[in-house]
């Protein structure tokens, strides 16, 4: 148990469904991220939220929508999803100092998402 | 842009044994961080051991210590004395110590497999 939990752990969804992950973490940390990871790939950032905004979109397709309401918590929304869209999805904390780099990132169990 | 490589895709180690994990990289930044990061099949990414590049001393953490060479811009992991828990894919990660934009975030390799062999 690293502070960071994830839901689900597993999703299986329809191309035309719309579902949500869930990060919540318990550390106290100010930087929020989603990572994909696919087979064979490097793990690849989707999105980073700092202070509760966001600071980075990767050119992730508007079907990945997320959300940080708080500094604890971190959603991604999905919708119209595609079987490429298969894949690990890890959420991550950090506890980033304003200018300065910040700490290493602990990470979630992750959640295996299906599309069908 | 900075890059991290692991030409290794798997290794395999007999339990007991010591096995050296190999990472480089890419960048025009003096100072970072460097992080191995373990992935069993649980999935959870857990962090192994840390690197600053500011630092000459190579960091260590009981049975698992690095070879950090600045010049040659590579941050091998070495594991001794291998047990099976330690079976899992083992993540080199770079991060730049200037926050801002994407400056801050992680950079991963591709990852090496590791197996222990009892």
């Known amino acids: 148990e690293t502070g960071v939990t994830q839901t689900p752990r597993h999703l299986v969804m329809g191309m035309t469904n719309k579902k949500s992950l869930k990060c919540e973490q318990h550390l106290g940390h100010n930087a929020m991220y989603w990572y994909k990871q696919s087979a064979k790939k490097p793990l690849e950032l989707m999105f980073v939220?700092?202070?509760?905004?966001?600071?980075e979109n990767n050119s992730v397709p508007s079907r990945f929508s997320p959300e940080c309401p708080n500094s604890s918590h971190l959603f991604l929304h999905l919708h119209t999803l595609q079987p490429e869209d298969s894949a690990l999805y890890l959420c991550?904390?950090?506890?980033?100092?304003?200018?300065?780099?910040?700490?290493?990132?602990?990470f979630g169990q992750g959640t295996r998402l299906t599309v069908v | 842009a900075q890059t991290v490589t692991q030409s290794q895709p798997e290794m395999s180690v007999q339990e007991a044994e010591t096995v050296t994990l190999s990472c480089t990289y890419d960048t025009s930044e003096s100072d970072y961080y460097l992080f191995w990061y373990k992935q069993p099949p649980s999935r959870q990414m857990i962090l192994v051991i840390r690197?600053?590049?500011?630092?000459?001393q190579n960091a260590t953490e009981n049975r698992f210590s690095v070879n950090f060479q600045k010049a040659a811009k590579s941050f091998s992991l070495k594991i001794s004395d291998s047990q099976l828990g330690d079976a899992a894919m083992y993540f080199c990660a770079y991060r730049s110590l200037n926050y801002g934009g994407s400056q801050g975030n992680l950079i991963f390799g591709k990852g090496t497999k590791l197996s222990v062999k009892p």
């Open positions: 991550a904390s950090s506890q980033d100092r304003g200018g300065i780099g910040g700490t290493e990132a602990f």
């Open positions: 690197q600053e590049a500011y630092k000459q």
């Open positions: 939220y700092s202070l509760e905004e966001r600071v």
